[in-house]
């Protein structure tokens, strides 16, 4: 199984940016995903979670630092999900997580993810 993130870079104040992740090996639809990131010095927190698509309701979980800014769809024909990101300022700054696990997603339970990948940085500055 692999995650792996892309979209990662340089952006300034203000800008948007969506981040990818790539999912192999496993079938996504049966798996809850979550977007995770650590600023420097900080530790890792959540960002942003789906449930499955293997359910009529899927439903989002999105910390308050983000929250009316960034979004989490998810593309389960091409195995990927995304975190869409506006209106981004220099706190948003961080390497960016991706997750997966078939049970849930929370936004504390980064360490409890089945599959996790090995991050994107994003910097933005002001």
């Known amino acids: 199984v692999q995650l792996v993130e892309s979209g990662g870079g340089l952006v300034h104040r203000g800008d948007s940016l969506r981040l990818s992740c790539a999912t192999s090996?496993?079938?996504?639809?049966?798996?809850?995903m979550g977007w995770f990131r650590q600023a420097p010095g900080k530790e890792r927190e959540g960002v942003s979670c789906?449930?499955?698509?293997?359910?009529?309701?899927?439903?989002?979980i999105d910390a308050d630092s983000v929250k009316g800014r960034f979004t989490i769809p998810r593309d389960d024909a091409k195995n990927t999900v995304y975190l869409e990101k506006n209106n981004l300022n220099p706190e948003d700054t961080a390497v960016y997580y991706c997750?997966?696990?078939?049970?849930?997603?929370?936004?504390?339970?980064?360490?409890?993810?089945?599959?996790r990948g090995k991050g994107t940085l994003v910097t933005v500055s002001s």
């Open positions: 997750a997966a696990d078939p049970k849930s997603c929370l936004l504390g339970t980064y360490d409890d993810m089945d599959y």
């Open positions: 789906i449930s499955d698509a293997d359910h009529e309701t899927i439903t989002t």
């Open positions: 090996g496993l079938a996504m639809r049966y798996y809850h």
